[in-house]
Structures are given as C-alpha cells and as structure tokens.
C-alpha cells in the first residue's frame, strides 16, 4: 500500500527538531511521497533544502500563499517568478484566496491569485489552491482565466457538494485532511455524496491534525488515519482509498 500526503509543511520551524523523525514515521505509515507547497519568501530556502535532502520523498511547489499577499506582494510574486525561471517544481502553490482572515488585501489577492494561474500555464504546472470564505472569488477567478481543464487540487476542500463538482467538473481533484475526521465538520456527508474516485489525501501538517491527534502538532504519517476514515466512510478497504487517491496524486503532479 502506497499513500501520498499531496500538502505538507514540514520545512516549517515546528519540525526542526525532529523532522528526520517525521519522515521515518510517515514512511513507517506507508507515505512514501510528500509534497511541499511554498509559503512566501521566507519559506523557500527551507522548503527547497528539504527536497534537495529527500529528493525521491520530497517534492517542492513555488507560489504565494493568499495570507501572504500584503503591501509588499508585487516583491514578493517576482520572487515566485524567479525561482520558476531557475529550476524545476512540481507544481505550483499553495495559491488562491483567504477572507477568514482578512479583507484588508482582498483585490490584491485576487490579482496574485490569477497572476499565478497564467504562471501555472506558461510552465505547464498543476496548482494548489487555498480557498477560505473565497468560494466565489475563486470560482470567478478561474471562470475568467478558463481555456480547457484544469490540472489540480482544491486544497483543504471545505466546500458544499455543489462547489465540490464545479470543481470537479473543471478538472480539479479535492485535498481531503484531518477535518474529515471531526465529528460535525459535514465534510464527511459531503464527500460521499460525491465519490472518493475524485479525491487527494493531504495532511497540511503541521496543522488540522486528525483524530485521535486532533490538537496536536499535524504529520505526514497520519494520512493513514486520514485514509481510514475515508475507507469507513465508503464501507471500503484502506487499500482501495490509498490505490485511487495515490493515482489521482500521480495523475495531477506527474511523479513516479
């Protein structure tokens, strides 16, 4: 059995003292893949240093996170720029829009948010996006950048069923985490109404850990408590969810 955490922080400050630890469990778990979405610029030294020490694990992404996106954000956007014009990524993100935060740089997230699907164009690269009370947003924003299907995830999907078939329809995958493992998040009844043949996993480590580590520090190793629930979910075996949902993986990043 293979699984592929397609959303993992792991470069990030909370694994600095155990992030060799991390890896071995998660590939103690049966994860034998873990991709990187970047940050912003203070992220991506870390994040690349951890793919080039893991190369056959690890994997990076480049783009700018939408709670990035401040007064700052044309600076930052020509970082994403450069380091797509000096190496390779497997794909870009994590992008989109977040107003659960704030509002205060929502036109310019927006902006960023497009700028970074034409980036994903020009370099023939899936993308990953971040959508929180932005459904809307991001719905319009890829209608008016639309030339044919998409190639990516929704991370962290969080939507309704309908949202979850637009989506689908566009040619995205959904990036389910801990949250369905919470007892009334819905994400559950959502999700089964629309089928796992369509679904990622992903932990967004270190946060929204699954039960039983709800609270706690996230990792990749627990994408299997995240697959076991969404085995029970469809009355299937683990195996089946981890066979569709590493292909699906496969299918949108193009690794082995």
């Not at 990749?220 to 969810?241: G, H, K, T």
Request: glycine content about 6%; proline content about 4%; aromatic content about 12%.
């Amino acid at each position: 059995m293979i699984l592929v955490d397609t959303h993992s922080h792991i470069f990030l400050e909370e694994f600095d003292e155990d992030r060799k630890l991390v890896i071995q469990r998660a590939l103690e778990n049966n994860v034998k893949k873990i991709l990187l979405p970047n940050i912003d610029s203070s992220s991506a030294e870390p994040m690349l240093s951890l793919a080039e020490e893991y190369p056959d694990i690890c994997y990076p992404m480049m783009g700018l996170h939408p709670t990035s996106v401040k007064d700052n954000w044309q600076d930052e956007l020509n970082l994403v720029k450069s380091w797509l014009s000096k190496r390779k990524f497997i794909g870009i993100g994590e992008i989109g829009i977040d107003l659960y935060w704030d509002k205060t740089f929502k036109e310019q997230q927006i902006r960023v948010f497009s700028e970074q699907i034409k980036l994903a164009k020009k370099y023939g690269l899936p993308f990953v996006i971040h959508a929180r009370d932005s459904f809307p947003e991001i719905f319009k924003v890829l209608e008016d950048n639309y030339s044919g299907l998409y190639s990516g995830i929704f991370h962290a999907f969080s939507g309704n069923e309908q949202q979850g078939l637009d989506a689908i329809k566009m040619g995205f995958k959904l990036g389910i985490g801990g949250v369905v493992t919470f007892k009334n998040a819905g994400l559950d009844k959502t999700i089964k109404k629309l089928g796992f043949e369509h679904l990622v996993l992903e932990t967004d480590s270190p946060y929204l850990a699954p039960v039983p580590f709800r609270g706690k520090r996230n990792e990749s190793a627990y994408i299997y408590n995240i697959a076991q629930r969404i085995a029970e979910i469809f009355d299937v075996e683990i195996q089946e969810i981890a066979k569709t949902s590493t292909k699906n993986a496969k299918e949108v990043f193009g690794f082995d």
